[in-house]
C-alpha cells in the first residue's frame, strides 16, 4: 500500500515509468507485426516456388511423353502392316494374327504405349495388339467404337480421354487418320508410370493433406480424385477452368475461406493441353509457423514483462535526483503538491523556481533601476552644472568613467527632430532612444571608456576618456568609431544624427561649460548637414566671425527682382547670400535669415498697397518653418518657392481670380442651403443678380458639371451620410436633404452608388 500511495503522489515518476513502458511495448508490438507479415509472405513464396518446381517437372514428363506418342503413332501409321489392315476388304485370320504380333512387339518396346489398334472402314472391324480376333473388339471394352460413333469430328494427335462409370480413371488414345469416314490409327498410352509418380508425390504430402492431380481443359480428372480434406474438387477444378479460359497458363493464389483456405498452384501444358494443378490446406502450410510464432509470442511476452521490471527500476533511478530537490523544499510546500492534483514534480519545481527568479529578478531590477537612476540624475546634474555635485554624491554613483582623467563630451544630436516627434509613438521613442544610448555605449566602450546620457530631449551626451599623454591623441580613432554608430543606427533604425565633440578637459568641474560650448557647436549642423560630424576646428572660423551685416545692395536687389518679377536675379542675389551664411557665426545666420524673410514680407506689403491683384502669403507659417529647419538647404527651398508663389498670384488673370470667386461662392451655397428643395440654377443667379446662362457657363467650365448635377451630387452625399451614422427612416433622409419625389431620389441615389438607400442601410448593418 505504501509503495502505491507512493507512486500514486509521484505524478511524473508515473510519466516517466508510462513512457518507457509505452515507448517498450509500441517498439515490440510494430516489430512483431513486421515479422509476422514478412514470415507470411516468405512462407508463401516459398510454397509457391516448391509447388511451381514440382508442377514445371510434371508438366516436362506430360509433354514428353505426348510428343514421343506423337512420332510413335505417326510412324506407325505408315508402316507397311497398318496400311494392311486399314485397307484390306476380306481379312485372313492367320495373316491378321501374324501382323498383330509384329504390332504386338512394337508396343512392348515402348514404356509409354498401352495398345495399337487399327479401324478398317471397310470392314467395320478393329484390330487391336489387346483383343481377340473378333473384329468387333476394340481391346478397351468398346470404349472406342462408342467414341468413335459418338463424334463428329475427332482430334487427331492428341491424347483424348475415354472412360465409363466402372474405371477409377481414364485411358488416353491417340487418333491419326485420313478423313473422318475412313480408317483410323488409334494409339492407346500407358500413364501408369507418370501417374505413379504424381501419386507417390500425393503419398509424401498426405501428412500434410496436400494433392497433386491433373485434368484436362473440360475439367475431366485424369487420375485418382483429389485426396484430403478439401471443399470440393468440382469447385476447385472450376476455379482453375475460369482462370484458364482468360488466358493464363498458370498461376498461384489463396482460394477459400477460413478453415476451407487453399494454397492452389495450377499449370497448363501447352502440348497435351493437359492441366496439372497443386492444392495445399492453407492451415497445414502455415502451421509450422504459427507454432513459431507461438513460441516467439511467449518470449515477448516474457521479455515484455521483464521489460516493464525494468522500467521500474530506470524510472525510479532517473527520478532520485528529483525526489531529492522535493526533500529539499518545505514540507508545507510539498504537502501544498500533494493536494493540486494538476501539479506534478517538475511543474511543482518550475513554479517553485520561477517564482524564486521572479523575486530575485524583480530586487535585481529594482536594484538595478534604482542604479540606473542614480547614474542618469548624477550625470545630467554633472553635465548641465558640475558645481552642484558634492564629492560625495560622486561616490556614491558606480562610474564606468574615471572622473578624475582628462575626458571629452559629445552631443549625439537626432536630425529631423520634429518629424521623429510628430510620427513615433511614445512607446517606439523610448526604444529607439534605449537603442541610440545602448549602441553608442557597446560601440565606443570597444575602444575607450564612456557613460551615455540622455538629456530628455533632441539629443544625448557622451562622455569619454581619452587615452594618450596629447589632447589631440585618439580623435581620428574617435571620429571612426562615431562614424560606425551613426551606420549602424540608420542602417537598423533608419535615425541619423549628427555628432558635435568637444575638446578635452582635465577635470570633470569643466564638462558643463564644455556641454554648452558643444551644443553650440552643434548648430552648425545648419552649415554640415545632417549626419554630420563637428569638431571644433570645423567651426572655429564661423565662431570667430561674429560681425556681420546684411548687405545693402543684396537687399535692394532682391525688393527689385521681387517687384519686377526678374526670377534669375532674384535666385543669383540668393545664392550669393546663402554662401555668405555659411562663414557667418550661427547667432548672425539665423538673424539674417529672419532679416530675409522680413523684407521679402515688406516687399509684398508695398506691392498690395499699390495694386488691386493682392499677394497672399502666411509668413507665420513661414517663420515657423525657418525656425524647425535645421540645415541651409530646405531654408533656400522656401525662398524659391515663396518668390514663385507671389508671381503667380501677380501674374493670375483677374478674370480668372473673379470667375474662381463665383465659382466658390456657388458651392458655398450649394453646401450652405442644400435642404432647400426649391435650390437651383435660377435661384442661385436671381441671389447673385447674374444671368442664369452667364452662372450655369460658368460654373460648367470651371467644374466640367452643370449646377444641378452639382447640387445632386451634394445631397446624395448628405444622404449617404446620414445612412451611415444616423437612425432617420428613408423618408425623413430624403427630405432633409432637399427631395420631395421618393422615385426620383432613389433613382438618383441608384444611378450614383449602384443600390438603393433601403439596400445600402441593410448592407451596412449586415456588415456591423
Request: glycine letters at 4%; one cysteine or more.
Amino acid at each position: 500500500m505504501n509503495i502505491l500511495r507512493m507512486y500514486k503522489s509521484r505524478k511524473y515518476l508515473i510519466r516517466l515509468l508510462l513512457s518507457i513502458t509505452v515507448l517498450m511495448v509500441a517498439f515490440l508490438t510494430v516489430s512483431t507485426t513486421l515479422l509476422y507479415y514478412n514470415s507470411d509472405k516468405t512462407m508463401l513464396q516459398m510454397q509457391q516456388q516448391a509447388d511451381l518446381k514440382v508442377l514445371s517437372q510434371i508438366n516436362y514428363n506430360i509433354d514428353y511423353m505426348h510428343e514421343t506418342v506423337k512420332n510413335i503413332a505417326v510412324s506407325t501409321y505408315f508402316d507397311p502392316d497398318v496400311v494392311y489392315l486399314s485397307n484390306i476388304a476380306v481379312m485372313d485370320k492367320g495373316e491378321l494374327s501374324q501382323k498383330l504380333n509384329r504390332l504386338e512387339k512394337a508396343v512392348t518396346s515402348s514404356i509409354f504405349l498401352e495398345s495399337i489398334t487399327i479401324y478398317n472402314a471397310k470392314t467395320g472391324c478393329y484390330y487391336s495388339t489387346l483383343s481377340s480376333l473378333n473384329c468387333q473388339d476394340d481391346g478397351l471394352n468398346g470404349l472406342i467404337d462408342k467414341y468413335v460413333h459418338s463424334q463428329a469430328n475427332i482430334p487427331m494427335l492428341t491424347f483424348i480421354p475415354l472412360t465409363d462409370d466402372e474405371m477409377d480413371a481414364p485411358v488416353f488414345s491417340m487418333f491419326l487418320y485420313d478423313n473422318m469416314s475412313g480408317s483410323k490409327l488409334i494409339v492407346t498410352v500407358n500413364p501408369s508410370w507418370l501417374f505413379d509418380n504424381v501419386d507417390n508425390i500425393n503419398k509424401v504430402t498426405d501428412e500434410q493433406r496436400g494433392t497433386v492431380f491433373i485434368t484436362d481443359r473440360a475439367g475431366i480428372p485424369l487420375m485418382a480424385q483429389l485426396r484430403g480434406d478439401h471443399t470440393s474438387s468440382e469447385a476447385i477444378e472450376q476455379v482453375i477452368r475460369d482462370k484458364i479460359s482468360t488466358g493464363v497458363t498458370q498461376d498461384y493464389f489463396v482460394y477459400g475461406t477460413g478453415k476451407d483456405k487453399y494454397i492452389l498452384s495450377f499449370m497448363s501444358s501447352g502440348k497435351s493441353h493437359w492441366i496439372t494443378a497443386s492444392v495445399q490446406p492453407y492451415s497445414v502450410v502455415i502451421g509450422k509457423l504459427s507454432e513459431m510464432r507461438t513460441i516467439s509470442l511467449g518470449i515477448i511476452i516474457g521479455f515484455l514483462i521483464l521489460s516493464i521490471v525494468g522500467s521500474l527500476i530506470v524510472a525510479y533511478r532517473l527520478y532520485r535526483p528529483i525526489e531529492n530537490m522535493l526533500k529539499q523544499m518545505s514540507g508545507n510546500r510539498r504537502k501544498g503538491l500533494e493536494t493540486q492534483s494538476d501539479l506534478d514534480e517538475l511543474k511543482f519545481i518550475s513554479n517553485e523556481y520561477q517564482d524564486a527568479m521572479h523575486k530575485l529578478v524583480k530586487l535585481e531590477k529594482e536594484e538595478h533601476t534604482n542604479k540606473d537612476a542614480l547614474k542618469t540624475y548624477a550625470l545630467r546634474k554633472l553635465i548641465s552644472d558640475a558645481s552642484l555635485s558634492t564629492s560625495e554624491e560622486m561616490q556614491q554613483v558606480e562610474w564606468d568613467i574615471d572622473l578624475q582623467q582628462r575626458m571629452r563630451v559629445c552631443v549625439l544630436l537626432i536630425d529631423d527632430f520634429h518629424e521623429f516627434e510628430s510620427k513615433t509613438i511614445d512607446s517606439e521613442k523610448r526604444l529607439f532612444k534605449f537603442a541610440i544610448a545602448n549602441i553608442a555605449k557597446e560601440l565606443v566602450t570597444k575602444s575607450l571608456r564612456c557613460e551615455v546620457v540622455s538629456m530628455r530631449n533632441d539629443h544625448f551626451v557622451l562622455l569619454l576618456n581619452m587615452q594618450g599623454e596629447h589632447p589631440n591623441d585618439g580623435s581620428d580613432n574617435l571620429s571612426i568609431i562615431l562614424k560606425e554608430l551613426q551606420q549602424t543606427l540608420f542602417q537598423y533604425y533608419r535615425i541619423s544624427l549628427t555628432i558635435s565633440i568637444g575638446d578635452e578637459v582635465d577635470q570633470y568641474q569643466q564638462i558643463s561649460q564644455q556641454y554648452g560650448y558643444v551644443m553650440e557647436n552643434s548648430s552648425y549642423r545648419m552649415i554640415f548637414g545632417k549626419s554630420s560630424i563637428i569638431t571644433p576646428d570645423l567651426v572655429q572660423r564661423n565662431r570667430e566671425n561674429i560681425s556681420f551685416q546684411f548687405p545693402t545692395d543684396v537687399e535692394k536687389k532682391i525688393t527689385e527682382a521681387i517687384k519686377s518679377g526678374q526670377e534669375k536675379d532674384y535666385k543669383d542675389q540668393l545664392e550669393i547670400l546663402f554662401l555668405q551664411f555659411r562663414e557667418l557665426h550661427y547667432n548672425n545666420m539665423m538673424y539674417s535669415v529672419l532679416h530675409l524673410l522680413a523684407l521679402i514680407n515688406n516687399a509684398v506689403r508695398e506691392m498690395n498697397s499699390r495694386t488691386v491683384r493682392q499677394v497672399n502669403l502666411d509668413f507665420k507659417w513661414q517663420f515657423q518653418y525657418l525656425l524647425k529647419s535645421e540645415t541651409l538647404e530646405p531654408i533656400f527651398t522656401l525662398f524659391l518657392e515663396t518668390y514663385q508663389e507671389i508671381q503667380k498670384q501677380r501674374s493670375q488673370d483677374v478674370k480668372v481670380q473673379s470667375n474662381q470667386i463665383l465659382i466658390d461662392t456657388i458651392k458655398e451655397m450649394i453646401e450652405e442651403q442644400y435642404e432647400d428643395i426649391n435650390l437651383s440654377l435660377q435661384s442661385i443667379s436671381a441671389a447673385m443678380k447674374l444671368s442664369s446662362a452667364h452662372v450655369s457657363k460658368q460654373f460648367r467650365q470651371y467644374e466640367l458639371i452643370s449646377i444641378s448635377e452639382y447640387i445632386n451630387d451634394v445631397r446624395l452625399r448628405k444622404a449617404l451620410l446620414l445612412l451611415e451614422t444616423s437612425d432617420y427612416s428613408i423618408n425623413r433622409i430624403m427630405e432633409t436633404v432637399g427631395y420631395n419625389n421618393e422615385s426620383y431620389f432613389f433613382k438618383l441615389f441608384k444611378k450614383k452608388f449602384g443600390t438603393t438607400p433601403k439596400e445600402y442601410r441593410f448592407k451596412r448593418v449586415v456588415h456591423e
